[in-house]
């Protein structure tokens, strides 16, 4: 199946196999993905749990997209994480306000559970770097949940235009 442009909003499960035939191993992932509808002209990306955060290099590549301030993002390719007590849900993606708006973006960041929102923060958001982009490293504590499929929901506030993404987490 082949998808041209973006899907309409939803809620999908996509369900992939690999195939190596000189280990003679198979391996299959199922994720979940929520499409919501845009409103406006800010954007989200799509969100990456980070495995680590690596050092900041003397002169980092502004064209890097896992690039940020404080050194260089190491994304995971597993989509679950401990849980537990000092244990944190890192994620990293970036925000793209609306370069002709006035007013200050604002990031509204919410855990859910079966829908229900269990924590919501509302960070402050720096300056847009020269590209127009924010790029953001998102750190919620794990501390008061239990083993589950957890929802990570971010919502981009500018002006008039909003924008969502959510990313589905397995807490061990």
């Known amino acids: ?17 690999a195939a190596d035939q000189e280990g003679n191993r198979l391996g299959a992932k199922r994720s979940v993905f929520v499409v919501v509808p845009g409103n406006g002209t800010v954007h989200l990306s799509e969100m990456a749990l980070v495995r680590r955060l690596e050092k ?42 609306d370069e002709g708006s006035a007013e200050k973006p604002r990031l509204v960041l919410d ?20 590209l127009g982009r924010i790029p953001f490293l998102a750190n919620t504590p794990l501390d008061v949940v239990g083993a589950g499929q957890y929802e990570f929901r971010a919502t981009l506030l500018h002006g008039e235009s909003s924008a969502r993404k959510s990313i589905f987490v397995d807490v061990e």
């Open 1 to 17: 199946m082949s998808v041209q442009g973006d899907p309409p909003p939803g809620r999908y499960t996509l369900e992939s196999v």
């Open 56 to 97: 900041a290099q003397e002169s980092p590549d502004l064209l890097d997209p896992l690039a940020i301030p404080s050194g260089r993002i190491v994304p995971t390719l597993l989509d679950s994480v401990p849980g537990g007590q000092g244990k944190m849900l890192s994620l990293y993606f970036v925000a793209y306000p």
């Open 111 to 130: 855990l859910l559970k079966d829908g229900k929102v269990l924590t919501r923060s509302i960070p402050e958001l720096p300056a847009a770097d020269v």
